[in-house]
């Protein structure tokens, strides 16, 4: 850097300090050569003054006698002079008794030395004296006068030359003057700075403190050493205020990119990630894949137990998933129950199947929480790169819309995005607007499935159970519609259209005769927490007539402990209708024994998961039989649905549970057939009951 100055200060020093002196010195020469030049004319003229004086006395001789000889030697006397280039001895009116006149030295700069000198000096003496004889009357007579003229060039030449040496010798001195004031000043200013210049260099600019500046030698307790010193404490002050500001940075590094609860990165690090996956990626010509993971029913949790061990347990989960994924691959929290992984350097899409497999597994591993044993699960969206998407943005929505599609088809699964994933998501969108109109489009209808007393082996009732026809795409059923209708709203107006025609079916079946049925209505989470469900009960029932304790409202057990405290609030206010309520699907949502207390229910439904193995697994015939139990000891009548075999129904009676439903005896059917099957099955059903209650093995009909 010192090397590139190209206005260096020892230069400008070096400029100012000769310039200054050597003007100083020559002013002082001009000065000087002015006062000799006074001096040099003064001298000029007391030469001239002794010249007279010394020729006044033989000249007042030679004027008084007229002696021509003398006035000629006096003339002569003067012209020994060089400088004199005129004498005369004169007396008045006569011409001259002696002159002489001689050229001037010819020198150069006359009209210089004439401007300080005069072209020439010139004196007039007067020669007087008493006469002799006259001198008593004491009068001093003018004999005649003495001339003299001076040409000055003779001085003017010794002054010339006496210049050029004031000159030079002034010169001379202001030169050494300001050489020695430039060291000394480049001793005491542009060296230390210099010094100081090259220690700043070495200051690293993110830790000013580490290398301190040192004051220059000789001036620690100067200017300069204060001045050293002040940027020291300067420096120091920069790099406090910069590890304040790095630790801040950090922190806010932390808090944009990273979750606080896990810490694992999120969704902007992620972006981050993947972006930088696609770059390497495409540099190694090879794949990545992304994994868009949430878990199923996470929600339940948090209400069951507590945020507390909600957090909990994704603090656990996202070690679980350092533990058991590997280290290259980037795991993150992208949302509340949402985490997400980034897989490198993949040969083939297996590869991607088998992280997918291991997250599921970390996931199902129960945990332990407040001493209760939770199994969780969970759904996965992949998407490749580069096949599925370009940027990091649509890789990721991408597989968050195949996670979507994989959990509404059950979820606890993973799924690759294809490329008719897209096509797909859009008939979906397409389905959705149908589904708003479905329902005044005539396209739904209902199908009712038998509800079996298992003691007596009467036809208690039976489900209602919605069907969509599609005017394309023909039948639709629940499973893939309910959802979207759930999620779009629609099931709100579908949830009425099913009710009020379940309504009607019950008057009918009441006008044709069948006093004692119960008909069950699915009735939807959304619909419960949305709609003003009550009063549109109430309106049902008064506009159609039906004694409302025949009319059974199936709410699913995840319903009602979305928000446990409202829940209660509707479903007592529905029971004030005379309605009666079940719990649906139970034993899927981790409801326990004190809500299920505080609940108004009335019955509760064994889930069908549990009922199709219990015979095969003997934890679910044991969780079969404690729902039976804990029913009954809240005075709830239990029902088991999806019973297909002889032997399901029979390890229900024994389990003293009350009511069955599901393909032994029937799958859902139309109404009319509804019918036909409670007037000429109802004898075969009994029997069919009956005779499994004492163990022997008739088949019933499955009807359709
Ligand atoms: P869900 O309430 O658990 O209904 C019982 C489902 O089990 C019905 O399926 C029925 O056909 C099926 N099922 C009955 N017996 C058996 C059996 O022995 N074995 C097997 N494997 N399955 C049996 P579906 O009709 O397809 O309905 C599916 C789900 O759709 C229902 O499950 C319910 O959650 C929902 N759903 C149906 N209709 C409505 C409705 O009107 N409103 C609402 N909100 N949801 C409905
Ligand atoms: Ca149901
Ligand atoms: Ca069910």
């Not at 003496?125 to 001093?140: M, S, T, V």
């Not at 920069?238 to 950090?250: D, G, L």
């Not at 009954?632 to 649905?641: D, K, N, Q, R």
């Not at 389990?655 to 099957?677: H, K, M, N, W």
Request: charged share 20%; aromatic share 6%.
């Amino acid at each position: 850097m010192q090397g590139k100055l190209n206005s260096r200060l020892s230069n400008k020093l070096f400029f100012a300090v000769m310039g200054t002196a050597l003007l100083m010195g020559l002013l002082l020469s001009i000065v000087q050569i002015m006062l000799d030049a006074r001096q040099a004319r003064k001298s000029l003229e007391t030469e001239a003054q002794q010249i007279l004086a010394m020729m006044k006395e033989p000249a007042t001789q030679a004027a008084y006698n007229k002696d021509e000889i003398l006035a000629e030697q006096v003339v002569q006397g003067l012209f020994r002079n060089n400088a004199v280039f005129y004498a005369a001895v004169s007396i008045p009116e006569k011409p001259p008794l002696a002159s002489e006149f001689r050229n001037k030295n010819i020198i150069p700069y006359r009209s210089l030395i004439s401007s300080i000198f005069g072209q020439e000096l010139s004196y007039t003496l007067e020669l007087r004296g008493i006469a002799p004889g006259a001198e008593n009357q004491g009068r001093n007579e003018l004999f005649g006068n003495l001339e003299v003229s001076l040409d000055p060039s003779g001085a003017a030449h010794e002054f010339i030359e006496r210049s050029k040496t004031i000159i030079l010798s002034g010169l001379t001195q202001a030169i050494v003057f300001g050489s020695v004031l430039y060291l000394i000043f480049q001793g005491l200013i542009a060296r230390p700075m210099t010094s100081l210049l090259s220690s700043l260099e070495e200051i690293d600019p993110m830790r000013p403190a580490q290398n301190q500046l040192d004051a220059p030698r000789g001036h620690e307790d100067d200017e300069l050493g204060a001045w050293v010193q002040k940027i020291n404490d300067l420096f120091k002050a920069i790099e406090k205020y910069n590890s304040k500001r790095r630790v801040a940075e950090a922190h806010v590094e932390r808090l944009s990119n990273y979750d606080m609860l896990t810490e694992l990165p999120n969704r902007n690090m992620l972006l981050r990630r993947i972006e930088q996956s696609i770059q390497d990626a495409n540099h190694q010509d090879d794949m990545f894949a992304v994994l868009y993971c949430a878990l199923d029913d996470f929600k339940s949790v948090n209400l069951l137990h507590s945020y507390h061990a909600g957090d909990k347990l994704l603090l656990t989960l996202a070690d679980r998933f350092r533990a058991d994924l590997d280290p290259t691959h980037t795991i993150a929290r992208v949302g509340g129950d949402v985490f997400a992984m980034v897989i490198p350097n993949l040969d083939n899409h297996y590869q991607a199947a088998d992280v997918a497999q291991k997250v599921l597994d970390s996931v199902r591993r129960p945990f332990r929480l407040d001493n209760h044993n939770i199994s969780l699960s969970a759904t996965i969206g992949i998407t490749i790169y580069p096949h599925d998407a370009a940027t990091a943005d649509q890789l990721l929505k991408n597989a968050e819309n195949v996670m979507q599609l994989a959990k509404s088809q059950g979820g606890n699964n993973y799924q690759f995005y294809v490329a008719n994933v897209d096509q797909r998501i859009r008939e979906t969108k397409v389905l959705e607007r149908q589904l708003a109109t479905a329902a005044e489009d005539n396209e739904l209808q209902l199908v009712f499935q038998p509800q079996v007393n298992l003691v007596t082996g009467d036809v208690r009732g039976a489900e209602a159970l919605v069907r969509w026809h599609h005017p394309e795409r023909g039948m639709i059923s629940p499973i893939e519609f309910i959802p979207l209708a759930e999620r779009t709203g629609a099931i709100v107006a579908i949830g009425e259209w099913v009710l009020k025609q379940s309504c009607h079916a019950l008057r009918r079946w009441l006008e044709a005769g069948f006093h004692n049925l119960t008909i069950s209505v699915n009735v939807s989470a959304i619909q419960l927490h949305q709609s003003d469900l009550v009063n549109t009960v109430k309106r049902l029932v008064r506009e159609t007539g039906i004694p409302p304790q025949h009319l059974m409202l199936e709410i699913t057990e995840t319903a009602v402990m979305e928000n446990v405290d409202l829940a209660i609030r509707l479903l007592k206010q529905m029971k004030e209708i005379g309605v009666q309520l079940a719990i649906d699907d139970f034993g899927t949502g981790y409801s326990s024994l004190s809500y299920l207390k505080k609940m108004p229910m009335d019955e509760v439904k064994i889930d069908r998961a549990f009922v199709q193995d219990m015979l095969e697994d003997p934890d679910n015939g044991t969780i079969v039989d404690a729902i039976i139990q804990l029913g009954h000891s809240l005075g709830l009548s239990v029902i088991a649905e999806g019973t297909e075999t002889l032997d399901q129904i029979k390890y229900l009676q024994e389990c003293e549970c009350d009511v069955a439903q599901g393909y032994y005896y029937s799958q859902p059917i139309r109404e009319d057939s509804f019918l036909t099957f409670l007037s000429h099955q109802r004898s075969q059903v009994k029997s069919a009951t009956q005779r499994a209650a004492k163990s022997t093995s008739p088949v019933l009909n499955k009807s359709s």
